[in-house]
Nanobody, 127 residues
């Protein structure tokens, strides 16, 4: 298990930006961001996978493609989610997750593959 602590959530107006951070207690090959709005199912947003080397590969849900960017500072065991052009429908609790999946199996559509989850940080976007 990896301990994960998210931060950076807040309230912004539509069109605004936020950067979420997730500090991990240890390195994981597969990191993901998920979100859950009240009354809705959890939704995968993005994932960052490593192939065993220094290169990381990001992938995004269609709903955030082109607006969100996931990145990592390996020296700090921290992943980020930069969110631009925020919309009211982005309002949700955002969770960071870690897993040991290979790059091929690391997917934001497979939440059950992640073994560690943070407590979440709330993002609220007003119109």
């Amino acid at each position: 298990q990896v301990q994960l602590v998210e931060s950076g959530g807040g309230s912004v107006q539509a069109g605004g930006s936020l950067r979420l951070s997730c500090v991990a207690s240890a390195y994981s090959k597969c990191m993901g961001w998920f979100r859950q709005a009240p009354g809705k199912e959890r939704e995968g947003v993005a994932r960052l996978a490593h192939d065993g080397g220094l290169t990381s590969y990001a992938d995004y849900a269609d709903s955030v493609q082109g607006r969100f960017t996931m990145s990592q500072d390996r020296a700090k065991n921290t992943v980020y989610l930069r969110m631009n052009s925020l919309k009211p429908e982005d309002t949700a609790m955002y969770y960071c997750a870690a897993g040991g999946q290979s790059r091929a199996d690391c997917s934001y559509t497979e939440a059950e593959g992640f073994h560690s989850w943070g407590q979440g940080t709330q993002v609220t976007v007003s119109s």
